[in-house]
């Protein structure tokens, strides 16, 4: 008996993490058998998160959806039948059809994806031509990283550029500023200690003791959203005691003498301390080794960019290494993202001069107002949702979910399993997983550029993101030149800009991975030119100030600070915070047995003193709410929090979640500064005891 041949196929992670790792899929005749990172990528270097690790369990689940279906019950209760792709695909084009024929118009009709997958095809190509030709609304993708990437760009220019990952191991002083890198980026992370082992002190700022800030040598622990004022404080301690670096402020910044001026008439570290919680001495120890202990960078992440503030304070944060020099140095700095190194020509992908001029922008933080019928423009009639689940991750969730369960509402669900957004459509399509569709991947992590081999066949009767709009955009009518095949658009996307000549998909197809062009010692800002309008880091800023913002670094706090809303804090005296919980990837894996039984049951992390004070006790059940919604969790008192704050790691299904509810019940849809970005962290909530708390 013949046995199954047994070949290795190169693939790419395609989570919304920065690590986008490569990852060695071993397949047994028509299965896979085995996946685990690959040795020989340089970031990857062989090994995988834990939710990557178990990644063929997803793909071979037993509940994946493998065939069309149409519902047969009322919306939210999950009840359909098995149709074909003719008839699913005949229905949603002849609706979209009718809709954009209709008085309303195709702007009635609403996309709504973010990144379920990374991949540049299967994310922002096809999809985006289909709904621009199509003249629906257009999404504005702001739910994560908006904010604090609009921030970046006003002091650091266009592309969010900054420090080169491989070069942290050559760092003295590394600071994770709201990023619990050991978890969101691990990767990163064990370069962190390559750096520790050769003598760097690893320091985290954040206000809940995460597991990075558990492992680091130092954690600060600041009020939440209060990380403007801090880095301000830090300046004025620069600026006072002589330690920045004049020569890198004349040649590579702007604006410096207006900032110095106003953090030293401003920002003194008492008034800091009163505003941050930090004491003045941890302010004035953190900026002399900021300074001194060069090369320094400072890790940030998108947590502390979650409230109105947030674009104000990355943008803030930012300015900090120009300041005492750290840009001179491989590694030293500042990171945020290494996507703005990326030539890629997503114009040419995404082709946006097919939508109509004046189309609708819609916020995806504001998809309950948008269903609800209170944004501008004609009413939402059809939504399509691919590459995401908002009945889970969407903010101000009670108004989601109503306009979800809207009757007139004709909503479309391409996913790989039954979502808690799955339950409310009209037409679910099966999708492809990773290992089934081909992609081309860029990196917000590190500076490669990849390529995904499929190494199944797709399962069921899934079918990938660009094989369905290509076949709905041939039923609507479309130009089939709009919508090549897969290897078209790839090599269209290479045809970029200077950092992708020479990496060819024949490259990327033999090689699997293939550097950006910028050099191995490669440090972006270190003779102080900079990608702004005046070629210098901005402390000033001239579009800021045309843009209607303060153009110098200022403190905005949240919407919902106790110091500022003292009313609203006397109901809801709790400051909440949602980071993300390891073992989910916002809500993805949160279906996973394995993944959940690991996860535990919702918690909530409170000080001792304010779960004394409500008479409750470690592990007791409690219900958390506000004006907007309520859910349920375990009380955690594990030390971790400040009294006055909370934190409810997310995401989980709200089916699958004692009192069908998760946290976003109580986010607000309120949005950041600029950038459009989502406040999930600018929440005030009360706790209570749950007595009669039963199971789910």
């Given at each position: 008996?013949?046995?199954?041949?047994?070949?290795?196929?190169?693939?790419?992670?395609?989570?919304?993490?920065?690590?986008?790792?490569?990852?060695?899929?071993?397949?047994?005749?028509?299965?896979?058998?085995?996946?685990?990172?690959?040795?020989?990528?340089?970031?990857?270097?062989?090994?995988?998160?834990?939710?990557?690790?178990?990644?063929?369990?997803?793909?071979?689940?037993?509940?994946?959806?493998?065939?069309?279906?149409?519902?047969?019950?009322?919306?939210?209760?999950?009840?359909?039948?098995?149709?074909?792709?003719?008839?699913?695909?005949?229905?949603?084009?002849?609706?979209?059809?009718?809709?954009?024929?209709?008085?309303?118009?195709?702007?009635?009709?609403?996309?709504?994806?973010?990144?379920?997958?990374?991949?540049?095809?299967?994310?922002?190509?096809?999809?985006?031509?289909?709904?621009?030709?199509?003249?629906?609304?257009?999404?504005?993708?702001?739910?994560?990283?908006?904010?604090?990437?609009?921030?970046?760009?006003?002091?650091?220019?266009?592309?969010?550029?900054?420090?080169?990952?491989?070069?942290?191991?050559?760092?003295?002083?590394?600071?994770?500023?709201?990023?619990?890198?050991?978890?969101?980026?691990?990767?990163?992370?064990?370069?962190?200690?390559?750096?520790?082992?050769?003598?760097?002190?690893?320091?985290?700022?954040?206000?809940?003791?995460?597991?990075?800030?558990?492992?680091?040598?130092?954690?600060?622990?600041?009020?939440?959203?209060?990380?403007?004022?801090?880095?301000?404080?830090?300046?004025?301690?620069?600026?006072?005691?002589?330690?920045?670096?004049?020569?890198?402020?004349?040649?590579?910044?702007?604006?410096?003498?207006?900032?110095?001026?106003?953090?030293?008439?401003?920002?003194?570290?008492?008034?800091?301390?009163?505003?941050?919680?930090?004491?003045?001495?941890?302010?004035?120890?953190?900026?002399?080794?900021?300074?001194?202990?060069?090369?320094?960078?400072?890790?940030?992440?998108?947590?502390?960019?979650?409230?109105?503030?947030?674009?104000?304070?990355?943008?803030?944060?930012?300015?900090?290494?120009?300041?005492?020099?750290?840009?001179?140095?491989?590694?030293?700095?500042?990171?945020?993202?290494?996507?703005?190194?990326?030539?890629?020509?997503?114009?040419?992908?995404?082709?946006?001069?097919?939508?109509?001029?004046?189309?609708?922008?819609?916020?995806?933080?504001?998809?309950?107002?948008?269903?609800?019928?209170?944004?501008?423009?004609?009413?939402?009639?059809?939504?399509?949702?691919?590459?995401?689940?908002?009945?889970?991750?969407?903010?101000?969730?009670?108004?989601?979910?109503?306009?979800?369960?809207r009757e007139d509402l004709f909503t479309v669900v391409h996913e790989q399993f039954a979502t808690d957004t799955v339950d409310y459509?009209?037409?679910?399509?099966?999708?492809?997983?990773?290992?089934?569709?081909?992609?081309?991947?860029?990196?917000?992590?590190?500076?490669?550029?990849?390529?995904?081999?499929?190494?199944?066949?797709?399962?069921?009767?899934?079918?990938?993101?660009?094989?369905?709009?290509?076949?709905?955009?041939?039923?609507?009518?479309?130009?089939?030149?709009?919508?090549?095949?897969?290897?078209?658009?790839?090599?269209?996307?290479?045809?970029?800009?200077?950092?992708?000549?020479?990496?060819?998909?024949?490259?990327?197809?033999?090689?699997?991975?293939?550097?950006?062009?910028?050099?191995?010692?490669?440090?972006?800002?270190?003779?102080?030119?900079?990608?702004?309008?005046?070629?210098?880091?901005?402390?000033?800023?001239?579009?800021?100030?045309?843009?209607?913002?303060?153009?110098?670094?200022?403190?905005?706090?949240?919407?919902?600070?106790?110091?500022?809303?003292?009313?609203?804090?006397?109901?809801?005296?709790?400051?909440?915070?949602?980071?993300?919980?390891?073992?989910?990837?916002?809500?993805?894996?949160?279906?996973?047995?394995?993944?959940?039984?690991?996860?535990?049951?919702?918690?909530?992390?409170?000080?001792?003193?304010?779960?004394?004070?409500?008479?409750?006790?470690?592990?007791?059940?409690?219900?958390?709410?506000?004006?907007?919604?309520?859910?349920?969790?375990?009380?955690?008192?594990?030390?971790?929090?400040?009294?006055?704050?909370?934190?409810?790691?997310?995401?989980?299904?709200?089916?699958?979640?004692?009192?069908?509810?998760?946290?976003?019940?109580?986010?607000?849809?309120?949005?950041?500064?600029?950038?459009?970005?989502?406040?999930?962290?600018?929440?005030?909530?009360?706790?209570?005891?749950?007595?009669?708390?039963?199971?789910?």
């Open positions: 008996m013949a046995t199954a041949e047994t070949t290795t196929v190169k693939s790419v992670c395609p989570l919304d993490c920065p690590d986008t790792c490569s990852m060695l899929v071993t397949v047994e005749g028509q299965k896979a058998v085995a996946l685990k990172g690959d040795p020989d990528h340089a970031f990857t270097r062989g090994f995988l998160c834990q939710k990557m690790a178990r990644y063929l369990d997803r793909v071979y689940s037993p509940d994946r959806l493998l065939r069309p279906l149409r519902r047969v019950g009322r919306k939210g209760e999950g009840r359909f039948e098995p149709i074909s792709w003719d008839d699913a695909l005949d229905t949603i084009a002849e609706r979209f059809t009718a809709i954009a024929r209709s008085g309303a118009g195709p702007q009635a009709i609403l996309p709504h994806s973010y990144y379920g997958t990374m991949g540049k095809l299967q994310s922002s190509s096809l999809d985006r031509r289909f709904f621009h030709r199509l003249g629906a609304s257009k999404l504005d993708r702001t739910i994560c990283a908006s904010a604090g990437g609009a921030g970046y760009e006003y002091t650091m220019g266009r592309g969010r550029l900054g420090a080169d990952p491989m070069a942290v191991p050559r760092c003295r002083f590394i600071v994770n500023w709201g990023s619990n890198t050991a978890h969101t980026n691990s990767h990163l992370w064990s370069l962190m200690i390559k750096a520790r082992e050769q003598g760097a002190s690893l320091v985290c700022i954040d206000p809940y003791r995460s597991p990075t800030a558990v492992r680091s040598d130092w954690h600060i622990q600041p009020r939440p959203g209060t990380d403007a004022a801090l880095a301000l404080g830090l300046m004025h301690v620069i600026w006072r005691d002589g330690l920045d670096d004049p020569e890198y402020l004349a040649m590579g910044v702007v604006g410096a003498e207006l900032l110095r001026d106003r953090v030293l008439a401003e920002y003194a570290p008492d008034q800091v301390a009163a505003i941050t919680g930090v004491d003045v001495k941890t302010i004035t120890t953190l900026a002399h080794r900021l300074a001194l202990e060069l090369p320094s960078l400072i890790r940030l992440n998108y947590g502390l960019q979650r409230h109105h503030g947030g674009g104000m304070a990355v943008r803030t944060i930012a300015c900090l290494p120009a300041l005492y020099g750290a840009w001179r140095y491989p590694g030293g700095g500042a990171l945020l993202s290494t996507s703005g190194t990326y030539d890629f020509a997503a114009e040419r992908l995404a082709r946006p001069d097919l939508s109509p001029p004046g189309t609708r922008l819609v916020n995806m933080n504001q998809l309950g107002e948008a269903l609800a019928g209170e944004l501008d423009g004609p009413p939402v009639l059809a939504l399509y949702v691919y590459n995401s689940n908002p009945a889970s991750v969407t903010p101000n969730q009670a108004k989601v979910l109503g306009g979800l369960k459509a009209d037409i679910v399509l099966p999708a492809t997983s990773q290992l089934e569709h081909v992609d081309l991947h860029g990196s917000y992590g590190h500076h490669d550029v990849m390529y995904n081999t499929p190494a199944i066949a797709p399962r069921g009767e899934c079918r990938s993101n660009n094989d369905v709009f290509r076949a709905l955009a041939l039923r609507m009518g479309f130009g089939r030149e709009l919508f090549p095949d897969d290897e078209a658009l790839m090599r269209e996307a290479l045809a970029g800009g200077p950092s992708v000549e020479g990496i060819t998909l024949e490259r990327l197809q033999a090689e699997g991975s293939v550097r950006l062009n910028v050099p191995l010692d490669y440090a972006p800002f270190a003779e102080g030119v900079f990608p702004t309008p005046s070629g210098k880091c901005e402390f000033y800023s001239e579009r800021m100030k045309t843009d209607g913002f303060d153009p110098l670094p200022c403190y905005t706090p949240p919407l919902e600070d106790p110091r500022t809303r003292p009313e609203l804090a006397s109901r809801y005296p709790i400051q909440l915070l949602s980071p993300p919980r390891s073992q989910f990837m916002n809500s993805t894996f949160a279906n996973s047995e394995r993944h959940r039984r690991a996860a535990g049951d919702p918690t909530i992390e409170l000080a001792a003193e304010d779960a004394k004070a409500r008479g409750l006790s470690d592990g007791g059940w409690v219900e958390v709410y506000n004006d907007r919604g309520r859910f349920q969790a375990r009380v955690a008192l594990t030390g971790n929090v400040r009294p006055g704050v909370a934190v409810a790691p997310g995401i989980y299904w709200n089916k699958l979640t004692p009192g069908g509810s998760n946290v976003n019940s109580t986010t607000p849809s309120a949005l950041t500064d600029f950038g459009g970005g989502a406040t999930f962290f600018d929440n005030l909530v009360q706790v209570r005891a749950l007595p009669d708390h039963k199971e789910a």
